[in-house]
Nanobody, 125 residues
Framework: EVQLVESGGGLVQTGGSLRLSCKAS????????IGWFRQAPGKEREGVSC????????YGADSVQGRFTISSDNAKNTVYLQMNDLKPEDTGVYYC??????????????????WGQGTQVTVSS
């Protein structure tokens, strides 16, 4: 079964940290792009960060540069999003998404055809 399962969300205070995990199965993980997206209430889904698992190249949104780090453990079919110095505006449901057989990642939703169910991140002020 093709699926992505996110975990690691929760409630944290401003300045705190969380690490999200995205466990993949059912597709060729080592030749794919994996993206993290988030959606706040009443807002559109926005791209946060992405990684190409073939060469571990990454790309991130300006709003998270220097605070969020994406990484991939291909042996575990898992992508991580380490989030530091969290701010209230980081609050939202975080989704991971994947597209197989692509090696340049982007943080727009269009190329991605596999989506997880999401994990809630809440940053209190």
């Amino acid at each position: 079964e093709v699926q992505l399962v996110e975990s690691g969300g929760g409630l944290v205070q401003t300045g705190g940290s969380l690490r999200l995990s995205c466990k993949a199965s059912g597709f060729r993980f080592d030749d794919a792009i994996i993206g993290w997206f988030r959606q706040a209430p009443g807002k559109e889904r926005e791209g946060v960060s992405c990684i190409a698992t073939s060469d571990h190249s990454t790309y991130g949104a300006d709003s998270v540069q220097g605070r969020f780090t994406i990484s991939s453990d291909n042996a575990k079919n898992t992508v991580y999003l380490q989030m530091n110095d969290l701010k209230p505006e980081d609050t939202g449901v975080y989704y991971c998404a994947a597209r197989e057989l692509v090696n340049v990642c982007v943080i727009v939703t269009r190329p991605y055809d596999i989506w997880g169910q999401g994990t809630q991140v809440t940053v209190s002020s």
